[in-house]
């Protein structure tokens, strides 16, 4: 089994800052690309941002140049940066994590999301 614990959510003005933390622990052989994702209230899940193994990323047009995301390969740890906050940000963030529990097993995994509200 492989348990993602999901961190850092809360409220916060808008235009303020808050990092996420993902920590995947379990039987993991490797971790490939790692993500995170947001539901707002009555809408469908999106991705956010998105890095790959060797460090390469990719965020979704809303957040680009507010939000970074990073990896902690020694920690089996994905965060996600997240500045200059808006209302419309508000959402349950969730992380995703692709990796192999053996090296012909895959898996993705998700964390349980945490809630992140940007109110005044």
């Known amino acids: 089994q492989v348990q993602l614990v999901e961190s850092g959510g809360g409220l916060v003005q808008p235009g303020g800052s808050l990092r996420l933390s993902c920590a995947a622990s379990?039987?993991?052989?490797?971790?490939?690309?790692m993500g995170w994702y947001r539901q707002a209230p009555g809408k469908g899940r999106e991705l956010v941002a998105g890095i790959t193994s060797g460090g390469s990323t990719n965020y979704a047009d809303f957040v680009k140049g507010r939000f970074t995301i990073s990896r902690d390969n020694a920690k089996n740890t994905v965060y996600l940066q997240m500045n200059s906050l808006k209302p419309e940000d508000t959402a349950v963030y969730y992380c995703n994590i692709g990796l192999l529990t053996t090296p012909f097993h895959d898996l993705n995994a998700w964390g349980q999301g945490t809630l992140v509200t940007v109110s005044s």
């Open positions: 379990g039987r993991i052989f490797s971790i490939n690309a």
